[in-house]
């Protein structure tokens, strides 16, 4: 008898936990053009310049939406799409270079914190996806299982992501931080939990054996 309710309330307790091994939340990515990737202070502009390298950059936008060129002067950008701020640069250099060897990029400084092992400081333009940027600080620090990831804003609520969406979909601002969560204790050892479940059942067959051959 004791055999039996041991037996009984081991296999019990496995049974009951085995329900509870959950899965990373399914989070469908945000339509793309959610967002305008249009530029705002804090952004930064990269300025290459091939007929006049020692011109060239890294221009950060101010918070009055205006960038300082080289040669140029301020220029009002804030707002401006991607292409449309290139446009407005390389007319800015007519007359004075060749504008045609002027490229003109824009990224935003992102920080990503959390889970990861290199948390820091991202510059991302609009087409990079939330899992580059999880890769790029190193990769969550606890491997097995998906990692959540959340967007955390100064005064806003808190909101989950998927790691396939793009940055330019999400209305990512500079001052906002992409916090990656790290899966639950049972999703990064979902494979020993269940060979320990498998070992157990087997044990708990001997035992039912060894009871039968006993009382027979």
């Known amino acids: 008898m004791p055999v039996r309710w041991g ?22 990515p945000a339509p793309r053009g959610t967002y305008a990737w249009a530029v705002e202070p804090g952004d930064i502009v990269r300025l290459k310049n091939w007929s006049a ?7 950060t936008v101010n918070e009055r939406g205006v960038v300082l060129v080289p040669t140029v002067g301020p220029l009002t950008v804030q707002g401006l799409a991607s292409d449309s701020l290139e ?16 490229d003109v990029q824009l990224f935003r400084p992102i920080t990503v914190a959390g889970g990861v092992k290199n948390p820091s400081v991202q510059l991302v333009d609009g087409s990079t996806s939330v899992l580059s940027l999880v890769a790029k600080a ?35 601002r500079s001052s906002d931080q992409l916090y990656v969560q790290d899966p639950p ?17 087997f044990a708990l067959g001997l035992l039912t054996i060894y009871y039968l051959i006993r009382h027979d």
């Open 7 to 28: 037996a009984f309330l081991l296999l019990a307790s496995v049974v009951a936990c085995t329900p509870a091994v959950p899965r990373g939340a399914g989070i469908a």
């Open 87 to 102: 446009r407005l640069i390389v007319r800015a250099f007519s007359g004075r270079i060749d504008a045609s060897r002027v």
């Open 138 to 172: 190193g990769g969550a620090i606890r491997v097995g299982g998906d990692s959540r990831v959340f967007i955390v804003r100064p005064s806003a609520p808190t909101r989950e992501v998927s790691v396939a969406d793009r940055v330019g979909d999400l209305g990512v």
């Open 53 to 59: 390298p020692e011109q060239s950059g890294d221009l």
């Open 185 to 201: 204790f049972v999703v990064r050892n979902e494979m020993a939990i269940r060979s320990a479940y498998e070992l157990v059942q």
